[in-house]
């Protein structure tokens, strides 16, 4: 079988333990599934030890498949903006907030307020919003103060996973970025915003440059994995950077987009910028950043809708298939019907958690498959015109798409985005890019490669084409000019409408 190296994508549904070779190939796998508790409205939490045992047991399918004496590495990536909060023995003293968390909408305007409007975001690279942890960590101080006082660790899901597999509350840059507390120009914890907060920088886990050496398997730890003792661990990080990484984005002129839950896009620049229009992170390779736009709505709001409003099983293998043939009988722009997919609030380049989803030119003749056209087209319109923001912004010229995630599966949906933004669009022959990203840091640690960036080179996959059709490109571009227009239409009455639900909500 030859030497192997361990990914593993600990995000927010699930871990995989992926073994991946020289090569890139993905050898054997292990999976389990992990629980996510929704308390009330705004609060998304999970239980710490639900990220152990789903770690503990994919791994341990993993080991049975493989010969685990023949992996030299093993590097993690992990969800992001989702913060345990831990004793000193590791153990949770209040459950993890989880990225979609919006408690603490309030403390985003009173802590710029308090820094300065612009001060957060010139540090972190990070616009107002309540996704970073810092807001939460505020909101903790301040709504519960006794909690609080007892953190000994604020730790990211990598954090935590090298402490219980090493001992030590070691971390990687890329995983410490999506906090909201760390300077991503100097690379370390910002002592600035670390003030405001009232917390000392030993609550926070040591931040590695991608590919250090960060902790080494325990006996007991080994025990529990099925991994072998003393195995090295290999700083890796944030799942969104290394999807990037394991598709080779680490040039200007190639976009990666996930086309999954969420529709994530970033693209690569070796130049420090900050704007609304995109929020900035460390790239995973540690040279250079990401300019990363993020749709809250993707695939989550395809399978929501089918499951509401088309019959059929969505597990069925043909069933997307004869949806499609549906949908492509319906011209582009689902005769006169458009949507805007903010289902629960909107990042860049709005800034807006009172956003909502919104159907324009809804008529009778209009049928389920117009709908689902529209979804489709709104989904990839907005994801072609924050790409157009980026390139207006820095002049930086993206040639090309990468798309991952299983929208990438859609025909229909790829040669939309192909055609809209009139660039060609390459499909990952891998749906597990965090996984291999994560590989080709653990790679390059085991002293496979002479770099992370000759890591992605040789160990990233083949690739499929999709050429843009561009008689339908002036056609979409009118598209994107009457979608640019729904939200500034809509942002007040939408407001309103969150905020009468608020009032009434326990009548």
Known sequence: MGRLVIGVDSSTQSTKAIAWDIDGNAIAEGRCDIPLNNPSLEKFEQNVEDWWNAFCVSCNELSKKININEVDAIAISNQRETLAKLDNQGAAVYPATVWMDKRAVEEVEELNEIMGDNRIHEITGRPKDPCPCLYRVFWLKKHERKIFDQ?????????????????????????????????????????????????????????????????????????????????????????????????????????????????????????????????????????????????LSGALLVNWYVDQFIQGDRKDKNFFKNLETQVNKIPIGSDGLILQPYTGGVMDPYWDSYARGVIAGLSISHTPYHIYRSILEGLTLDAVFRTQNIEKETGINVKEYLAIGGGANSPTWVQMLADASGKNVLIADTVEASSLGAAMIAAYGAGWYGSIKESAEKMSGKTKLIKPNLNNKSKYEDLINIYKNVYDSNKSINKSLVEFTEKYKHE
């Open 151 to 295: 953190v000994n660790c604020f730790a990211d899901v990598q954090a935590f996973l090298v402490h219980r597999l090493s001992g030590e509350f070691n971390t990687g840059w890329i995983s410490s970025d999506p906090h909201g507390m760390f300077d991503v120009v100097n690379k370390c914890w910002s002592k600035e915003i670390l003030g405001h907060l009232e917390i000392d920088e030993s609550k926070l886990p040591k931040s590695f440059k991608p590919g250090s050496l960060i902790g080494k398997v325990s006996m007991n730890a080994a025990k529990e994995t099925g991994l072998k003792e003393g195995l090295q661990i290999f700083a890796a990080g944030g799942d969104g950077q290394l999807a990037g990484l394991g598709t080779n984005c680490t040039k200007s002129d190639r976009a990666y987009i996930n086309l999954g839950s969420a529709v994530v896009s970033g693209v690569w620049s070796n130049d420090y910028k900050i704007s609304r229009n995109w929020r900035t992170e460390i790239a995973a390779h540690g040279e250079g950043y990401i300019f990363e736009n993020v749709l």
